[in-house]
């Protein structure tokens, strides 16, 4: 007997479950054309420093900083809503903290008014009335969001309510969770047991297949299953979160992935979904990013222009400046 499965593009990142139950997947395109999408991977803020946003390092003084001056430089590039997705309430509320201690809460009000997502269920509603409110009154507005939350799994974000969402680092689960460690230890006993099985069929042949079989065996070895589940449940939560802005054929935006890992771990990008992993430009410098928001921005608004559409007067123009503010925030 066979049958069919669909699922969201955010599930994408199942392989080894897959694998384990001996199923073969396919993934299709999305409806909207190339041009309505810019996926940006930053290696480094506007100050030149690396952003690791490891639980390690993502809550220092330094990184929290960039972190702001990132999100200043998207609000001054990108019209309409920018929606940020930050790993934790306790980061979001760390971050924020540090901001108002610096001055530098102030200047991002400056720009967009600022949004919180409330941890309270019954205090979410108000929370994006207030949000969409001054995306549509006052041309713009910054959401912070967090991973795993109600925003990033049940919320659509169309049009100028998310012309730009911003995921900041790579939302990996608790190592330590007794039932995390279970599955993954699960999935590492079956990858085994079916390797073992291979192995036994090569074995079956000429000694001369045999010796070949085993060569090309161990060529081919995965990484653990296990640990794979692990990386597939953070880029699940990742897909989820910036899949948020893209709702209907004729929408557009820019994604911003924020973090060194985005650049540098084939894998990772591997687990986005294909129409937005085969459209990202890594970058290692914050000067190029700022460059590529406005000039895509400044085509989208020629564009509505030419269809009689209004744009927000938040939108920047082709002759905007591009030049990164780093050094001169607090």
Same mark, same amino acid.
């Given at each position: ?197 291979? @192995?036994?069929?090569?074995? %079956?042949?000429?000694?001369? +297949? *045999? $010796? =070949? &079989?085993?060569?090309? /065996? ?88 030419? @269809?009689?559409?209004?744009? %927000?007067?938040?939108?920047? +123009? *082709? $002759? =905007? &400046?591009?030049?990164? /503010? ?5």
């Amino acid at each position: 007997a066979a049958a069919a499965l669909g699922a969201s593009g955010a599930l994408r990142a199942r392989a080894p479950v897959a694998r384990v139950a001996g199923v073969r997947t396919f993934a299709c395109g999305h409806v909207i054309p190339p041009e309505s999408i810019l996926p940006l991977a930053l290696g480094k803020g506007p100050t030149g420093l690396e952003l690791n946003f490891t639980y390690k390092h993502r809550a220092t003084p330094a990184m929290v900083d960039e972190l702001g001056r990132c999100l200043f430089n998207v609000c001054c590039s990108a019209p309409g809503g920018v929606v940020a997705f930050l790993p934790s309430f306790d980061y979001e509320k760390l971050v924020v903290g540090r901001w108002a201690s610096t001055g530098l809460l102030e200047r991002l009000q400056g720009k967009k008014p600022l949004f919180r997502e409330p941890k309270q269920a019954a205090q979410l509603e108000n929370t994006l009335q207030a949000y969409s409110t001054a995306v549509r009154e006052e041309g713009g507005a910054l959401l912070l969001c967090v991973v795993g939350a109600k925003m990033s799994e049940g919320i659509n974000f169309s049009d100028d309510l998310a012309r730009c969402v911003v995921m900041v680092g790579l939302p990996y689960p608790d190592c330590t969770d007794p039932e995390l460690q279970q599955k993954m230890a699960f999935l590492d006993d079956q990858q085994r047991d079916q390797q073992r099985g291979r @192995l036994s069929h090569a074995q %079956s042949g000429e000694a001369a +297949s *045999s $010796s =070949s &079989s085993k060569r090309c /065996l161990s060529k081919a070895f995965v990484p653990s299953a296990g640990q794979e589940y692990y990386e597939n449940l953070c880029m699940r939560a990742v897909n989820q979160s910036i899949g948020r802005a893209i709702r209907h054929r004729g929408d557009f935006a820019a994604i911003v992935l924020l973090d060194r890992r985005f650049v540098t771990k084939k894998s990772v990008v591997s687990k986005l979904p294909k129409w937005i992993g085969d459209r990202v430009t890594p970058l290692e410098a914050f000067g190029p990013a700022v460059r590529h928001l406005r000039l895509f921005f400044a085509k989208k608004r020629s564009e509505l222009e030419k @269809l009689q559409v209004p744009a %927000s007067s938040s939108w920047p +123009s *082709s $002759s =905007s &400046s591009s030049k990164a /503010l780093g050094a001169s925030l607090p």
